[in-house]
């Protein structure tokens, strides 16, 4: 029998998570992201693990980069024909992996560096960021069999069915220069395990990875589908990711206020706050309740120039971060964190609902 | 004896400890999880950043680590004494039943949820810095004292402290105006024979940690108590 695939399947209810960034935009190789996941091995089951980098694709910073996973030549061929009616294609490689005994089953895997034609974004009248979005949002729900897991500029992500510290291994991590890093360790509780569904989910240079089990999925993806996203894994940080293009880069809200939205404080919080924070938190959580997410989780959002880090407003996750000269670290476990750098210091575990933003400084990348 | 923990996942770490003989100290500690679980007759000495749920069920053994740890410290312990010289992750003395926690510096959500005490069984949770939420959500018995001996303005606990509290005592050294309790908990400022019952637990905490007894004592403290031993009388039949 086949086993179902991701979107067709729900199992009811952990995870790693670690970031790392330059706030003065320096290199950071891949590897160090890949070893800080080795201590918190037990939080995965080796059923997904995934990478987000920023400032990796220096000499195509202005191209978008697509990363698809295909399941045949044939998918792959469909596929580019539908990308030329809408981009200029200036390159189109496989991934560069390496064949390892841990990672097995592995799609076809391709990246491609497009320029979204003039004359398509003068036809739909519609901003390049959109016009992105609705190509990735047509493939994955419209060609079977071809799935686009990262779509941003001088980003990538990369992901796998594997242990995450094997999935480093796997795309060689090790060979890219970033300026920030996201990594996830899946235990995947919900839905069975499948390459494009493990994390981080993205869309643009946007990046979702999650530790935790919402259980607003079902409202909050009734309410984002009606602004023309489609949930097609049926894992919650899929709808995360949506929730937070939809906020920032439609509805324009500060990073700040679109924390107040996702995990908005008790009302009883709210009312002890002075009059004006009062008002624009009122504000916030009855405009968008629909957009309040509950459960547990512990996210962090990537995005070009920046990570926030955040808690559910009950704190039911680990998360800590810390700082070394220009670099700030995020992770479930202090023990990641040492990994990466064993003389941190500032380390912090922030309240459920406070984020922590942290930008790198204008001009650095 | 030494066991550098380098390259020791979490079983071969703890299988290393129980077949140690007499006094144990592990270097280079990395995130190994349920270090020294079920241990009664050891002192361990951790350096590094043991991982989750140390000593849990810890049945008498005394661990000291020598800077902070993770999440679930001392779940469910039942008796024994465990010193941390810095902070601890979310959920330290979860449950616990029995035996000592001593934290020079802050605890994060859910401190001493479940605690409980049954005759000679009366478990203590000392923090010396700030706790997070929840603390000591559904107290049942036992003792939480939190000094709050850190410089900055976030209040000695987080939001909804002691909720569905109904046995043990709270203490804050704090008078704790900017803390809202919940209705079925009593709050007053400790008088001298509350302070003498924690006294011994304070006087523990200045050796672990250095400090000075009398400049602690100095400061106000606020206990929480439920505030009937049966607050849910009315909740389900009259009894």
């Known amino acids: ?365 | 004896m030494n066991i550098n923990a380098t390259g020791l996942d979490f079983m071969d770490l703890n299988e290393a400890l129980r077949q140690s003989r007499g006094n144990c100290t592990i270097t280079n500690c990395l995130g190994q999880r349920f270090l020294a679980a079920g241990i009664s007759d050891k002192t361990v000495t951790v350096s590094g950043i043991p991982g989750n749920a140390m000593g849990a069920y810890l049945n008498g053994a005394k661990i000291e680590v020598m800077g902070n740890a993770q999440d679930a410290v001392g779940d469910t312990m039942n008796d024994g004494t465990i010193i941390i010289h810095g902070n601890v992750g979310d959920a330290v003395g979860y449950a616990m039943r029995g035996g000592h926690i001593y934290v020079k510096g802050n605890a994060g959500y859910r401190a001493g949820i479940h605690m409980k005490a049954y005759k000679e069984k009366q478990p203590a949770l000392v923090i010396g810095g700030k706790a997070g939420s929840f603390l000591g959500e559904y107290q049942a018995g036992g003792t939480i004292i939190v000094l709050g001996l850190v410089d900055n303005d976030r209040p000695i606990v987080g939001n909804f402290p002691s909720t569905g509290m109904h046995g043990g005592k709270m203490f804050l050294r704090s008078d704790c105006k900017d803390i809202k309790f919940p209705g079925q908990v009593h709050t007053h400022r400790a008088d001298k024979k509350e302070l003498a019952e924690i006294e011994h637990y304070l006087r523990h905490f200045c050796t672990y940690f250095d400090c000075d007894l009398d400049e602690l004592m100095r400061s106000p403290f606020t206990v929480a108590m439920p505030d009937s031993n049966n607050p849910y009388r009315q909740m389900y039949v009259p009894n």
Not at chain 1, 218 to 240: P, S
């Open chain 1, 1 to 365: 029998m086949m086993m179902k695939r991701e979107g067709e399947i729900r199992i009811p209810s952990g995870c790693a998570i670690a970031a790392v960034i330059s706030r003065e935009g320096k290199g950071i190789r891949g590897d160090l992201i890949t070893e800080a996941m080795k201590p918190m091995h037990d939080r995965s089951n080796g059923l997904g693990g995934g990478f987000a980098a920023y400032g990796i694709y220096p000499e195509y910073k202005d191209l978008f980069a697509f990363h698809i996973f295909f399941d045949h030549r044939s998918t792959r061929k469909e596929c580019e024909a539908l990308l030329k009616e809408r981009f200029e294609i200036v390159k189109g490689e496989l991934i560069p992996t390496r064949k390892i005994p841990e990672i097995t089953d592995e799609p076809i895997i391709w990246r491609y560096f497009v320029a979204p034609l003039k004359s398509m974004l003068a036809a739909e009248q519609i901003d390049e960021n959109e016009f992105v979005a609705r190509t990735v949002v047509r493939i994955n729900t419209e060609l079977k069999g071809a799935y686009v897991f990262s779509s941003g500029k001088n980003m990538g992500c990369f992901k796998a069915v594997g242990f995450p510290e094997d999935v480093g291994r796997f795309y060689r991590l090790e060979e890219y220069e970033g300026y920030s890093w996201t990594a996830h360790g899946r235990y995947p509780t919900n839905t069975p395990g499948w390459w494009g569904g493990a994390h981080p989910f993205s869309l643009l240079d946007y990046s979702v990875v999650h530790n935790g089990e919402i259980s607003s999925y079902d409202a909050n993806r009734r309410f984002i589908e009606m602004f023309g996203y489609k949930c097609t894994l049926q894992t919650d940080t899929e709808v995360i990711t949506y929730i937070i293009d939809y906020l920032l880069r439609r509805q324009k809200l500060t990073l700040e206020e679109v924390a107040s939205v996702i995990a908005a404080p008790f009302w009883s919080t709210i009312n002890s706050k002075p009059e004006k924070e009062k008002e624009k938190l009122t504000y916030l959580r009855t405009v968008f309740s629909n957009l309040l997410i509950t459960g547990p989780f512990s996210i962090v959002f990537g995005w070009d120039g920046g990570l926030m880090a955040l808690n559910d407003r009950l704190k039911l996750r680990s998360m800590i971060t810390a700082e070394k000269d220009d670099k700030v670290f995020i992770a479930s476990e202090e023990a990641a964190i040492r990994t990466m750098e064993p003389d941190a210091g500032n380390f912090y575990a922030p309240s459920g609902g406070e984020p922590v933003i942290v930008r790198v400084k204008e001009g650095k990348f």
